[in-house]
C-alpha cells in the first residue's frame, strides 16, 4: 500500500493536467488542486498498512445486508477519489460475472486488472459521458465520429482511442481512467463499444479542471469549499494508445452497457446517503440560524423547518427502504434496492432548492450581506460587529457571522451552486431518473387494483 | 363466535340509530347502512369457527417484525371494524401495562374486558374527537362545561357520562364504543378524565350517520362505494350510565393521554397501508384510461404517470422503513416506527389531490360527462354508446364508460370528496402531523451536522 | 322575445333527451332536469322585453374595454345557457368576416342566422369536441369513420351528418346546437370540415345527460347543487339532415379551425372571470369555518388562508393584465388578450385542487361528516347537535353545519368533483393550455435578454 | 449637474470604506469597488447637462399612469443607486405631505434637503433594517439599547445616533444615508423614532462592503458579476452628530412608520420590474442552451421551458394588474397598486429557485464543470475544446461555454446565491410579504360570496 507522500509522488508522471488555461506540472502549486491532494493522501495514511500483502478494506463490496448497512458512514466520511475507485473496482467485478458467458476472453483480464490495482494501492476514476455533440444523433450518425469516444485503430498489442468524456471528477488525481461506453449501442456502433482502462499518463490524455474551490478571500468565509472541494473535469483521448491488457470489451455491441449497468449497482448508496446527510445538515443549519436570530420560536419558521425534517425523514425513509430490500449479486455481494435509491434520488434532487428556498428565508439577507471574517480582524471594526451581529447572550457576533458563511459557501456561493446543479444532474437529470422508475415500478399490479375497483377485475 | 347471521341478530338491541333525521329500527331496511352491514357480517363469516373457545385471531397483535409484515394485506382486506376492534383491544391492553405502576386498580378490569370481548366476538369503535366548542378553551374552561365528554355523576356502581365523540366510523354497527380522552389533561381536568367501554345500546346514546353511499342512480355508476361504503357518525352521550367494570379510567389525569398514545401505536399500520394501497390504484387508474384513450404513449401522460409512480414508491418506502425499524412494546407486541408512519401519513395526504388532478387531466373531461351506465341498458343508444366512447379493438365503449364511473366515484363525486377530506384529516390535520414530526426528529444530530460543516463543532 | 313560459313551450318539439336511460317526454318531470330548465326560464324573464323588435341585449359583444370589464359581473350571473349562445352568435360574427375573402358564399348564410337567432330569441349551444375514437390517428384514419362528425351525404338541398359531440354543457336545453370542426383538417379531411347549426328536435339527434344534481336527500345538504346544476351531454348526431341555409361550412379544409378560433375569443372572459370568482369563494370559505371553529387566529390556519388569497389575487391580476391589453376585431368588438387569459386558466387549474386542500385542512372532517340538515328536524336530536355543533356565542350548529355543507357541496362531493375535473379539463387539460402559451410568447425578446446577459449580444 | 469625473472626485472625503477588514483609502484600487463606481460615474456621464439649473429628471415621480409606464424600461437600465437616490427624494417628499398637519417644523427642512441634493445632484441610499438584536424583543426593551439606532444626545445644532444599519446596497459609493426608522414605535421608544440624513463622510460612520464580485479568475467566466456588481454593506453610526436641518423626524413615535410607508410606494416599481426581467432572461437562457445542446425538441425539455413562461407570463400579469390600478398621491405623482405588486412579488420570490431548478436540468451538468474561457486561450486545448463542446453547425464550443457561464454566474455562483437569496429576502422575507397580502386583500366580499353560496346571505 501507499503512504499519502508516496501517493503524491506517483502523480508525478508527466500528466496532462489544466487549471484555467496554464498547464500544470506540480499539483501542489495551485491551491484549488493542493487541497483535495492532501485529502485524498490523507485518506491514503488513513488506510495505510505496511504489510507486504496489505490492501484497502474498502474496495471490496459487502457481503451481507448488515456489512452494507455499517459502510454508509464510511462513504459519507471517506474522500470521493476513494469512493469511485471502490466503484470501478466493483462494477469490473460484476462486469466480469456477466460477460462470462458471452465475451469469456475478457474475463482474466479483468480479473487480473482488478487484483493488480488493489495490490498497487491505486485510484480510478469512472469516465462515462460522453461530448454527445448533436444529441437527436446516434454516435455513429454523428457530424463529427469523434462525438462519443471510439477506436480510430487496432493495433498488435492494443488499441487508439479518441474521444471526451465529461464530468469527471477528481481525474486530475486518480492513476487510470475507467472508460465505458455511456449506453447500449447499435449493431453499427462497434468502434463505439469500447471498455478499458487508461493511464492518466498515457500520451494523448489531457485533464481540464473547474472547480468551486474558492479564488481568494477568507478561508474563513468558506469554512467547507477552502477545506473539502474537488475539481470536475473534461478528460479528452487526443489517439491515446490502450494496451490489450487493459481493454476490457472492444466491439461486442450486445454487451455495450454492461458496464454502466454494474456501475449503477455501486454508486447509488453514496449517492442516496450524501443526499440524507446533506438534508439533514440543511435541517441543522436551519435550526441553528434561527436560534442565533432568536426567531426559532415563531410559528413561520418552526413550520418552515418542519418542512425540511420531513423532507429529510422521508429521504432516509427511502435510504432504509433501499438497504430493508438489498439485494445480492451472484457473487454475493450486497447492493441497495434500485427502485428505492432511485426514487429517493429523483425526490431528493427535485426538492434540493426548496429546502434550501426555506433556508434562506429563515436566515435572512445576512447570508449573503454578512461582514467577512477578516473584517472581524480589523480592530476598530471588531467590537462594532461583535455588537451589532451579536444578538444577545450566548450568540456572539462572530459565532452568528460563521453561521451566514456556513450557510452562503454551502447554498449561495460557488459551493452551493454547484450542490444545485449537481444534486440535479447526479444520475443524469431528473427525467433520465424518472425513466428508471418508469422501467421498474410494478404497473401490472397497480392496473390488477384498479380494475378490481372498478368492478372490472375479470376484464 | 358469532355468524353473520348471529351478528346481525345482536344489533337488534334497541340502540337509536339515525340517518337523514330519520330513528332506524332496523339496519337492513336502509341501503345505506345494509350494505355496510353486509359487509361486516361476510367478514364475521370468513373467520367464523364453531369450536367452543374460538376466537378472532385478528385481534391480536403481531408478535414479530415478520407478523408485522404479514398483517398488512390482510388489514387492507378486512373489514374497517373489526380493524377497529383490534386497534381497540390492543390499545387497552398496552393501556393496561402502562397503566400497572400508577393506577393499578384499572388493570384486571381492562384485561377481564378485553378478554370478554374477544370471548363473545364483538365489535368495538374507537371515540376519541370531542366536540371541543371553542378550540381555543380547555376543556374545563369552555363556554359550555360537555363541549367535551366528562363525568357528570359518579354512583355507587358507575359513572354518568356527558358529550358528544365526533367523526366515529362504524358506530352504528360495533356493540361497544370505546371512550377515551383525546388529549392530556390538566390538574382541574379531572370529570374530564375518563375512559370506558359503553354498549351502543345504553340508554342516553344518540348515533347520528353521514355517508357517501350512493342515494339512488345505478349501482354500476358507484361501483366502489355502492359496494364498500361506511358511515361516520357522530355519538352523542346523553347522560349515560356505565358500569363501574367497564371504567377503566377516571380522574387521574396524570394518565389521561396514555390511551391515545396506545391507540397511535396501532392505527398506524393500517392507515398508512392503505395509503400506499390507494396510491398504487390510483397509478393503476390512470395507466389503463391512458390506453383506452390511446394516449399512454404521449409524453406529458407518460410523465404524469412517472409522478404518481413516484409518488407511490415513496410511500411505499416510508411504510418499508416503518417495518424495517419495527419497535415491540414491553409485551413483545410489534408495531411499525413512529417518525416514518408519521411522515408517509403527511406526504401522502399532502399530495393525494396533486396525484388525483394528474388522474383527472389525463382522464379527460369524461370523467363527469360520461353517460350512465343505464343509458347503455336503452336498446336505443347502447349501439351509439358502444361507437361512440369505444375508441378501437379492445376498447369497448362500456369498458371506457365503467373506467370513467370508477374514477369519477373514487375521486370525484361523494367517496372521492371523502378520500379528500380524510386523507388530510385522518391524524388530526396536516398540522398534527408536522408536530409528530418535530417532536421525533433527531434534531440534536442535525444540528451537529451542520456545526461541523460550519467549522464551528466544538461551539 | 320569449317569456319563461314561452321558452319551456318551445322546448316541446319532439327532441330525444335522456336521462339515466330513460327517454324523457317532459323535462320538467325529472327534477335534475327541471331545476336547470327553471334557471333558464327565469332568465328570458329577466331579460323580457314586450316590444315587437326586441333583441336580448347580451347576444351583442362589448364595443370598447368599459363594457369589456362591465361585461364581467353580468356574466357571472348570467345562466349558462345565455352565455354560451352570446358566444355562439359572437363566434359566428367573427367568423363571418373571416371568410368573406376565401369563402364568400357562407357569409350572407350566417348573418342571415345570426339575425334570425336573435330574432327569435332562441338558446344556441356549442358542439365542438368529437368522440375522437383512437386519438393517435386522424380523422380519415380512424378504424371507425365516424369518430369524429362528418357529412355522409350531400342532398339538393342540405347535407346529412353523422358522428358525436362531446362534453356539451346544456344541451338539452337549447333550441339549436351549434356544430364546428374541433382542430384544423388536413386536404383529405374535407367531409369532416362541416360547420352547421342543427335543431335539437331535428330526427336522428339523441341527448344524454350527466349531472351532478343531487339524487335523492335534503337540499339543504347541497346548497348550491340542487339550486344551480347543469347537465353535460353527449350529442349524437345519427345521420342528421341539415339544410343547406343552415350550414356554414363544407369542405373548405384550409378553414376548418375558424369557427373555434372564434370562439376562442369569447369564451375566455367567462372562463378566467368564473375562475376568479371561485377562488375567493373558496376564501371566503375558509374564512367563514375557521371562524366557525375557533381557530381564525391560529398561526397556520392564517397562513393557509394566506395562500388562498395570494391565488386569487394572483388570478385575478392576470384577469386584470388581460382586460388592460384587451384587443378589438376588424368589426370593434373586444375581446381579452389571450396570453394573460390563457396563463391565468393554467394557473387556475392547476392550483384548484391546492387551494381545496388547504380549504379541507382547515375545516376539518366534519366537511364529510356533518349530520344532514334532516338531522337538525327531529326533535330529540336538534337540541344535542345545536349544543355539540355550536362552538360558542354566534356560532349555532345549524349554522356551522350549514357552512360545512357548503364546503361539501362545493369541493368534496358530486358538484366538487365536477369543479376538479372541469377545471383541469376546461380549456383542452393542462398541455393544451401549455401549448397556448408556448405559441404566443416573446421567446425572442427573452433570447435577447439572455444574449445580453451572457455577453453574446452580438451572437 | 456632476460628470462622472466629477462624482468620483466628490466621494474623496474622509469616509471609511472598509473591504475584507482593509481600511479603502481609494475606491479606485480595489476591483470590487472599481467597477461599481465606474458604472455608477458612467450613469453621472448619461445624464449630465452643463446647463445651470439642470437637475436629473429621473428623480421626479411619474405624474400619469403612462409616464408610470413609460418609467419601467428606464428603471431596468438605470443604475442602482441612482435608483434608490430617487426612491430617497420621493420618499421624503411624499412623508413631507403626510406630516404637514402633525409635524408641521419638519416639512420645510425636507423640502429644503431635496431641492439642495437635486441641485447639487448626489446620490442617497436608504438606510432602514437595523441590527435587531434579540428579534422577540422591542427596540427599548433589547439588552443591548443600541440594537436599533437611536439618539444618545441632543445638541442644540443637532443629534448625535449610534446604532447599525443592514443590507445597504451601494452605501459606499453615495454621498448621504437616509436614515429612517425601520418600522412603527411605542410611547416609549422615541429616541428610535429618529429619521435623517447623514453624510457618509460625517465621522462615526464606518460602511463594510460585502460583495459578489469575483475575487479572481477570468471575467468572461464571470460576464455578468465581473461587469455588474454592487456590494451591500453595513453602515455602523458609532455617536455620529447629525446638524438639525438634517433632522427629519426626533422622537414624534405616532409618526414613526411614515417614512417606511412612503418609501413602499416608490421601492415597487423597480423590485417587480426587475423581477419580470429576471424570469424573462431565464427563459431565454433556457431557449438558448436548449437548442445549443440539441434538446430544443424534447418534449419534457420543452414542458419546463412551458413552466418558466408561465410563471413568466404571471409575473408580467401582476405588472400590469398593478399599472393597470395604479393610485396617485395627493401630489398627483403614481405608483402602483400595492396588492398587485405584493403578491408579485411573493410568487416570484417563492418560485425563482424552482425556475432556477428547470433551467439547470435543462442545461446539465457542464453548468459547473465546463471549462473556463482561459482553456480556450491554450492553443494546445484550444481545438479539443471547441470540437467536443461544440455540438454541430451554428453552435461552436466557444459559445456554448459561454452560455454555461452565464448560467452559472447568474443562477450557480456567488451572483447566482446572492440572486437566491435576495429574491427571497426582497421585502422582508416571504412571510412579510404574505403579511401584506392579508392585510389588502378584501376579505369581506370573499366572505360574502361564500355565504351566498351557503345560502347563508342573511347571516
Excluded at 50 to 74: F, G, H, M, Y
Excluded at 317 to 326: K, M, T
Excluded at 347 to 370: C, K
Excluded at 384 to 396: A, H, M, R, W
Aim: proline share 5%; charged share 20%; net charge negative.
Amino acid at each position: 500500500m501507499l503512504t499519502g507522500q508516496q501517493y503524491k509522488e506517483s502523480l508525478k508522471d508527466g500528466r496532462m493536467i489544466y487549471l484555467e488555461g496554464r498547464l500544470v506540472d506540480d499539483l501542489e502549486s495551485e491551491p484549488a488542486l493542493a487541497v483535495p491532494l492532501q485529502v485524498i493522501a490523507d485518506g491514503y495514511d488513513k488506510y495505510y498498512s505496511a504489510q507486504p500483502d496489505a490492501k484497502n478494506p474498502l474496495t471490496i463490496a459487502p457481503r451481507s445486508p448488515e456489512e452494507l448497512r455499517d459502510r454508509i458512514p464510511v462513504i459519507t466520511e471517506m474522500d470521493l477519489l476513494l469512493n469511485v475507485t471502490y466503484q470501478s473496482l466493483m462494477t469490473l467485478q460484476v462486469a466480469a460475472a456477466r460477460l462470462a458467458d458471452h465475451a469469456p476472453e475478457f474475463v482474466p483480464r479483468i480479473q487480473a486488472y482488478v487484483e493488480d490495482a488493489r495490490r498497487r494501492d491505486i485510484r480510478v476514476t469512472e469516465c462515462i459521458t460522453d461530448a454527445k455533440g448533436d444529441r437527436s444523433l446516434a454516435p455513429a450518425k454523428q457530424h463529427d465520429p469523434d462525438a462519443y469516444v471510439h477506436v480510430v485503430e487496432r493495433l498488435p498489442d492494443g488499441v487508439v482511442i479518441r474521444g471526451a468524456k465529461m464530468h469527471i471528477s477528481a481525474a486530475a488525481f486518480g492513476h487510470d481512467l475507467m472508460v465505458m461506453p455511456t449506453k447500449s449501442m447499435k449493431l453499427d456502433e462497434g468502434d463505439y463499444t469500447i471498455a478499458c482502462a487508461v493511464a492518466v499518463s498515457s500520451p494523448g490524455v489531457h485533464i481540464t479542471n473547474t472547480t468551486y474551490h474558492p479564488r481568494g478571500g477568507d478561508p474563513r468565509d468558506f469554512p467547507v469549499s477552502s477545506t473539502n472541494s474537488m475539481p470536475d473535469s473534461m478528460v479528452i483521448f487526443d489517439d491515446v494508445f490502450v494496451p490489450t491488457e487493459r481493454v476490457f470489451l472492444d466491439g461486442q455491441t450486445a454487451h455495450a452497457a454492461v458496464f454502466a449497468h454494474s456501475l449503477g449497482l455501486w454508486e447509488r448508496l453514496g449517492g442516496v446517503s450524501f443526499m440524507v446527510n446533506q438534508a439533514d445538515e440543511l435541517v441543522g443549519l436551519a435550526s441553528l440560524i434561527a436560534e442565533a436570530n432568536g426567531t426559532a420560536k415563531i410559528a413561520h419558521v418552526r413550520e418552515k423547518i418542519d418542512e425540511m425534517m420531513i423532507h429529510a425523514t422521508l429521504l432516509r425513509a427511502g435510504l432504509e427502504a433501499a438497504l430493508a430490500n438489498a439485494h445480492a449479486t451472484s457473487d454475493g455481494f450486497y447492493y441497495p434496492d434500485d427502485m428505492f435509491t432511485n426514487v429517493t434520488k429523483y425526490v431528493g434532487a427535485a426538492n434540493f432548492s426548496s429546502m434550501v428556498r426555506h433556508l434562506h428565508d429563515i436566515a435572512g439577507g445576512a447570508v449573503v450581506t454578512a461582514p467577512s471574517m477578516a473584517d472581524f480582524d480589523n480592530s476598530d471594526l471588531r467590537p462594532l460587529l461583535e455588537k451589532y451581529l451579536g444578538t444577545g447572550p450566548g450568540v456572539s457576533g462572530e459565532y452568528r457571522a460563521r453561521l451566514f458563511h456556513a450557510i452562503r459557501d454551502t447554498t449561495a456561493d460557488a459551493l452551493g451552486g454547484w450542490h444545485h446543479v449537481t444534486n440535479v444532474q447526479s444520475g443524469g437529470g431528473l427525467f433520465a431518473q424518472r425513466l428508471v422508475t418508469r422501467k421498474n415500478y410494478d404497473i401490472e399490479r397497480a392496473r390488477a387494483l384498479a380494475l378490481k375497483a372498478a368492478g372490472l377485475a375479470g376484464a
